[in-house]
């Protein structure tokens, strides 16, 4: 009796440990800190020097662009997506995410990690969705779009930190100015 509970709970952790590993499988983003420099994020993401480009110290505004495949592995969703970081003076201020596919999927991914957005635009349900929205959260405001195109739909996930206002317009005013 006592061996047979003891493969019982052996079969119980092994079955807990699947589902926790399945649950950090998906595609955390929000872990990555607005601020990080290239570098941090870099390491934090565990990629190459291929995605490391040249020294950024005198560029003010720079682009990593990195395969969503690449990025989330496990998230299926990201298979055909391609995500894009921008840094302003060597700090992650913007994440985007953008998609085309047969239908809506990335809708799903950003529903899951910012919760259901109420009173979608009728616009979103038709059988070309065209149709935007916000989650406006205290650190960072997110923009879905969804716009209709040959084929399928092209998805857009915008996520823009809201603390780091000063650099924005700091590099507005050194592009007016040049």
């Known amino acids: 009796m006592k061996m047979k509970m003891n493969k019982i709970l052996i ?3 092994i079955v807990q440990l699947f589902f926790i590993g399945s649950a950090q499988a998906k595609c955390d983003l929000e872990s990555l800190k607005f ?5 941090a994020l870099m390491s934090k993401l565990k990629l190459g020097d291929e995605f490391l480009g040249p020294e950024i ?3 003010p505004e720079y682009f990593v662009s990195i ?3 690449e990025l989330c592995k496990n998230e299926e969703v ?14 992650l201020l ?6 085309f596919s ?3 999927s990335l809708v799903d991914w950003a529903v899951s990690i910012y919760g259901e957005k109420e009173n979608k635009p009728t616009s979103f349900y038709d059988v070309k969705p065209n149709a935007q929205w916000l989650w406006d959260k205290p650190n960072k405001v997110i923009a879905y779009s969804i716009k209709p195109d040959i084929g399928g739909v092209f998805e857009s996930i915008i996520i823009q930190s809201r603390n ?15």
């Open 11 to 13: 079969f119980t952790l």
């Open 102 to 104: 047969e239908s809506a």
């Open 164 to 178: 780091h206002d000063d650099d924005f317009l700091k590099l507005a005013d050194e592009l007016e100015g040049k």
């Open 78 to 91: 990201f298979e055909r997506a391609s995500v894009h970081f921008t840094f302003i003076y060597d700090k």
């Open 67 to 69: 395969s969503g495949q």
């Open 35 to 39: 601020g990080l420099s290239h570098k």
């Open 57 to 59: 110290n005198e560029i």
């Open 94 to 99: 913007e994440i985007q995410i953008r998609s």
